[in-house]
């Protein structure tokens, strides 16, 4: 049974930066599309960006293109999504979210709050 764990989140300044990781445990992620997501207050979770855990292959939401990295580490089976030039609407819990053959996985959420 895969499960991750978020952490790295934080309070920060407009234009600043935060790096979040995903850990997994109970099976290694090279088989997922790993993705992370993001919820506001009182707004539907959204796809922030997600990486094919098999090629690498990535993709961003266009609020975040050009802003926001996610990467694997095999090593430590992990994958993380590092943000730069926040804004406050980057404001949310952002989720790490698993997916393979129809089994879908959730982290429990990792808060990030954009304010001066």
């Known amino acids: 049974q895969l499960q991750l764990e978020e952490s790295g989140g934080g309070l920060v300044q407009p234009g600043g930066s935060l790096r979040l990781s995903c850990a997994a445990s109970g099976a290694p992620l090279d088989y997922y599309v790993i993705g992370w997501f993001r919820q506001a207050p009182g707004k539907e979770r959204e796809v922030v960006s997600c990486i094919n855990g098999a090629d690498g292959g990535t993709r961003y939401a266009d609020s975040v293109q050009g802003r926001f990295t996610v990467s694997k580490d095999n090593a430590l089976n992990t994958v993380s999504l590092q943000m730069s030039g926040l804004q406050p609407e980057d404001t949310g819990v952002y989720y790490c979210?698993?997916?393979?053959?129809?089994?879908?996985?959730w982290g429990h959420g990792t808060q990030v709050t954009v304010s001066s």
């Open positions: 979210h698993a997916a393979y053959v129809g089994n879908t996985y």
